[in-house]
């Protein structure tokens, strides 16, 4: 009979995340956790680690790998700060739904709770904003409770688990059998419910399909292509989740939540019948619960989500589904309509979509909007667009057409910092894959100083940096509610074309509409022939903040609003 071997608790860690199929860990080394750093060393041909600046970028990092593989993106941060400073991508993962886990170094188990160094209880912490949060004191009890991360974080709802690694834990030593590979839990729809959901298609006269969360594949976006075509239903996406349907399909209606065209926003009042499928539908995808009343919306609603707890907590649906996305999917692929519905709404709607894509005008001599279609037109089907948060993101959301999973990286939670460390994700993902970040000069400086992955790593991306000296989406708030009394938004901005140099990379800037095009091919084909990133600061107008809109034209509107 053959005999266990003996480990450290770091080592049955590490051998654990191998089993369970990580591929990649992101970490800011702390001496809170040497154990798993040193283990790292007998899995060099399986786990890259990836050595990052700060606990945000790092957080956001695995996040990212999560939405672009479906697989937690495993993250390493020491005790105290570390655990704060990664606390932003923990919230980011919960809301946007995102397979994560975070693993915090911890106090000896014979100094907690005399608040010793960089002691945090890290369950009162974490509780409101992960899934499952925990502490392993005993080191035999490792292999089970990573095994039972890996299914919360994958099962149901996606989302993050927190898991605090005790120096006790770690350093001590046992022999204890490993557990094999976890297996991902399926929801799938009941017969029942699919049949009510054909008869409620049958009855409909302006259906619409709305799509959105997480946990999609190539093969289920397909499936949903198919479901739409054959019933004719107009499909949008939900807010930030651009790449859930092919924005090139003919069935493709446009990006659903604010910055929306009023066409489609009426299409989805109008509608009779609403599927909404993986997505919450929260207050940015229903315009402030408006577009989609709750808790009783006026449409029919049939609400797919993987969470049954999710169904009936905020809307009222006339026909609940348990399901994720995936099963739901499969079993709409066999739903065939008795008689061929009429295809004139689907066409309205796709055609209303493509009127969208013209560039609008814009003041000053750079239009953004020309910038972001001139992306779009310049850069592969399959490239990958990530954003942070900010209005600027709307040039890119307006504009951009995306084409499946891993297409946009974008935080439904509206964080800011989020795109650098997306980009680097998805470039370390997809080494093939241009990707190219859209980030606010004021966005890009949460998390700059991720450039040093890009460098470290050899990391061909293209970053755009929107440069208009202010925190401008608080800006167009506070003209809105008090115009004409701005103060403390306005910021002095380093030379970004510079700051990319000291990274080895390659910058720019692009004041004007004619400069762009050369200037973003040079960018390209510098990050693909130096595998090193490139910048380009865009420096404009900053009254057009945002597709067709102008903060004097927001100004005036709110002081029309008081003298009225």
């Not at 996606?158 to 350093?171: I, K, N, Q, R, S």
């Amino acid at each position: 009979m053959s005999t266990l071997r003996e480990r450290n608790g770091g080592q049955i860690l590490v051998d654990q995340l191998r089993i369970h199929g990580a591929r990649r860990v992101f970490l800011v080394p702390g001496e809170s956790y040497l154990p798993c750093i040193d283990a790292l060393n007998e899995h060099r041909d399986a786990i890259a680690p990836i050595v990052c600046r700060q606990e945000s970028g790092a957080g956001y990092m695995a996040e990212a790998y999560g939405k672009l593989t479906g697989e937690p993106g495993v993250c390493f941060v020491t005790r105290g700060p570390g655990a704060t400073n990664a606390s932003i991508a923990v919230h980011t993962a919960f809301q946007d739904s995102t397979p994560m886990i975070l693993f915090v170094g911890q106090v000896g188990n014979d100094f907690y709770e005399r608040e010793a160094f960089q002691e945090i209880d890290y369950r009162r912490m974490f509780g409101q904003m992960a899934k499952w949060v925990a502490q392993i004191d005993r080191t035999d009890r490792i292999p089970e409770f990573i095994a039972r991360a890996y299914a919360v974080a994958t099962s149901g709802r996606p989302g993050p688990v927190v898991l605090a690694l005790p120096e006790d834990t770690l350093w001590g030593r046992a022999s204890v059998p490993d557990m094999p590979r976890y297996q991902r839990a399926y929801g799938a729809p009941t017969p029942a419910s699919i049949d009510r959901l054909a008869t409620m298609l049958a009855g409909a006269q302006r259906p619409f399909l709305l799509v959105g969360g997480s946990g999609w594949t190539p093969a289920a976006l397909r499936q949903i292509e198919g479901f739409a075509e054959r019933f004719a239903l107009p499909v949008g996406v939900a807010w930030r989740r651009l790449e859930c349907f092919d924005n090139d399909h003919p069935n493709f209606a446009g990006h659903v939540g604010w910055g929306m065209t009023d066409a489609l926003r009426q299409r989805i009042r109008d509608a009779d019948l609403v599927i909404a499928v993986g997505t919450r539908m929260g207050e940015a995808t229903t315009e402030g619960y408006t577009l989609i009343e709750s808790p009783l919306p006026k449409q029919q609603l049939v609400h797919v989500y993987p969470d049954p707890d999710e169904l009936g907590r905020v809307f009222r649906a006339t026909l609940p589904i348990a399901a994720d996305v995936v099963s739901f999917a499969a079993a709409v692929a066999q739903l065939i309509p008795d008689t061929a519905p009429a295809r004139a709404a689907v066409a309205e709607a796709h055609a209303g979509f493509r009127a969208g894509q013209a560039p609008q005008a814009a003041p000053g001599a750079l239009n953004l909007n020309r910038v972001a279609c001139h992306v779009r037109d310049h850069v592969p089907a399959d490239a990958c667009i990530t954003v942070g948060a900010g209005n600027y993101a709307l040039f890119a959301h307006t504009y951009h057409r995306f084409h499946g999973v891993g297409t946009s990286l974008a935080p439904t939670v509206g964080s800011m910092g989020y795109g650098l460390p997306a980009a680097i994700s998805a470039k370390l993902e997809r080494p093939d894959r241009t990707v190219v970040c859209y980030a606010g000069d004021g966005c890009f400086q949460m998390n700059l100083q991720e450039l040093g992955v890009a460098m470290q790593y050899r990391l061909g991306i293209v970053i755009l940096v929107f440069n208009n000296g202010m925190w401008g989406t608080i800006r167009a708030h506070q003209e809105r509610e008090f115009p004409g009394r701005t103060i403390a938004l306005t910021f002095d901005n380093p030379e970004f074309s510079e700051l990319i140099r000291a990274y080895r990379g390659h910058g720019e800037v692009v004041d004007n509409d004619e400069a762009f095009g050369p200037a973003f091919a040079r960018a390209l084909e510098f990050a693909a022939r130096e595998n090193l990133p490139a910048l380009i600061e865009l420096r404009y107008e900053p009254d057009g903040i945002a597709p067709g809109v102008t903060l004097s034209g927001i100004r005036a509107a709110a002081l029309a609003r008081q003298s009225s």
